[in-house]
């Protein structure tokens, strides 16, 4: 999305790199910046990187971005971050990736991920991450071979547990299904081919529950 805007050939080093992808990840969150056209994506864009060091995390940078779309236009300059110390308070689990979206984890402190966020990792939503998994797992079996991506903070480097995403994916249908949302289940489990969720490929299993999590979500 911000790539839109900003020329990755005009950035000055590594870390404005790193500052423009986790922007970008950030703003994939935010619906209505997707409707924006050039000149206003570019404001919003400026108006998040003058308190970039007070937005440390995913969310602090879409809940800044979704009160900078409420103000009028002439007013985003006096919009500030919140500074209620809210993102001391919050608790795992977290996940993130590294810049170049070749592994994924699954971080359980917040203490791990502000040492991953320093080193240039992004924080992204677990959807993000299982929607990773996902192609992880694709990647993998057509190799063959049995190396995971879940392993962006350097300390993971077990084979994704397809029997916790099938249990997951099993309740997440079942809720669908009992809380009115039987037409979304079945929508759901029919893009993958399948009538009942046993015949949905364990590589496919992130994508149902990503799916499926959405549609819970509203």
Not at 184 to 204: F, M, P, R, T
């Amino acid at each position: 999305m911000v790539q839109r805007v900003v020329d990755y050939r005009d950035a000055e080093g590594d870390k404005r790199v790193v500052q423009i992808d986790a922007l970008d990840s950030a703003l994939q969150g935010v619906k209505r910046a997707g409707h924006l056209n050039k000149p206003a994506l570019l404001d919003l864009s400026r108006n998040i990187l003058r308190f970039w060091d007070d937005l440390p995390t995913i969310a602090a940078r879409r809940e800044f971005a979704e009160r900078l779309l409420d103000a009028p236009a002439d007013g985003r300059h006096e919009v500030k971050p919140k500074t209620s110390g809210k993102d001391e308070e919050r608790t795992g689990p977290f996940y993130c990736k590294n810049v170049d979206g070749s592994a994924a984890s699954e971080i359980h402190t917040l203490r791990k991920l502000n040492e991953l966020l320093k080193k240039g990792h992004i924080e992204i939503t677990r959807v993000e991450y299982l929607q990773l998994q996902e192609d992880f797992a694709r990647k993998n079996a057509a190799k063959g071979g049995t190396e995971t991506g879940d392993d962006a903070g350097g300390n993971t480097g077990e084979q994704t547990d397809f029997a916790a995403l099938r249990k997951k994916a099993e309740g997440l249908i079942l809720q669908l299904a009992k809380g009115g949302y039987r037409a979304e289940a079945v929508a759901i489990l029919e893009k993958q081919g399948a009538k009942k969720l046993g015949e949905v490929a364990d590589e496919n299993l992130a994508d149902v529950i990503a799916q499926a999590e959405k549609a819970l979500e509203g």
